[in-house]
C-alpha cells in the first residue's frame, strides 16, 4: 500500500532540521500548552470561560446561567484557576469571578470563530 502523504525517500536537510529547531519552545512551555488544552477540553469549563468573558459574576449566578449545581461550577472554576485561566474576588459572602488575562478572551474567541459555519 502506497502512502502519498509521506515521503517517498528519507533525506534530511539539516538546514531546515537547525532552523526549525533554534525556534522550537523549551519542553516546559510545551507541558503548559498541552495542560491548557486539557482543560479547555471540557464543554463545561469552556462554557464557564465564555460566561466570563461576557462579564464578571459570582458562583451563584454562574451555576444558573449553566443550568448545574454551585458545587459543580466550583470544582471547574478551581481547575480554572489553577491554570490562571480565571481569578476571583471576595465581596462580603459572594465569590465573583472573571477572566485572568486576555489571552483566554482571544483563544475563545478564535476557537468560536473557527467552529462557526
Same mark, same amino acid.
Given at each position: 500500500? &502506497?502512502?502519498?502523504? *509521506? #515521503?517517498?525517500?528519507?533525506?534530511?536537510?539539516?538546514?531546515?532540521?537547525?532552523? /526549525?529547531?533554534? %525556534?522550537?519552545?523549551?519542553?516546559?512551555?510545551?507541558?503548559?500548552?498541552?495542560?491548557?488544552?486539557?482543560?479547555?477540553?471540557?464543554?463545561?469549563?469552556?462554557?464557564?470561560?465564555?460566561?466570563?468573558?461576557? &462579564?464578571?459574576?459570582? *458562583? #451563584?449566578?454562574?451555576?444558573?446561567?449553566?443550568?448545574?449545581?454551585?458545587?459543580? /461550577?466550583?470544582? %471547574?472554576?478551581?481547575?480554572?484557576?489553577?491554570?490562571?485561566?480565571?481569578?476571583?474576588?471576595?465581596?462580603?459572602?459572594?465569590?465573583?469571578?472573571?477572566?485572568?488575562?486576555?489571552?483566554?478572551?482571544?483563544?475563545?474567541?478564535?476557537?468560536?470563530?473557527?467552529?462557526?459555519?
Amino acid at each position: 500500500m &502506497k502512502n502519498d502523504d *509521506v #515521503c517517498e525517500i528519507h533525506c534530511i536537510n539539516e538546514n531546515s532540521v537547525r532552523e /526549525v529547531k533554534s %525556534q522550537m519552545l523549551p519542553d516546559e512551555t510545551f507541558h503548559r500548552i498541552s495542560n491548557n488544552f486539557k482543560v479547555l477540553s471540557d464543554p463545561t469549563r469552556v462554557k464557564i470561560l465564555y460566561a466570563l468573558i461576557q &462579564k464578571e459574576i459570582c *458562583v #451563584c449566578d454562574l451555576a444558573a446561567v449553566l443550568n448545574i449545581t454551585d458545587s459543580a /461550577v466550583s470544582h %471547574q472554576l478551581r481547575l480554572l484557576r489553577h491554570q490562571n485561566m480565571v481569578k476571583f474576588r471576595k465581596e462580603g459572602k459572594m465569590a465573583y469571578y472573571s477572566i485572568s488575562n486576555n489571552h483566554i478572551v482571544e483563544m475563545i474567541k478564535l476557537a468560536s470563530a473557527n467552529t462557526e459555519k
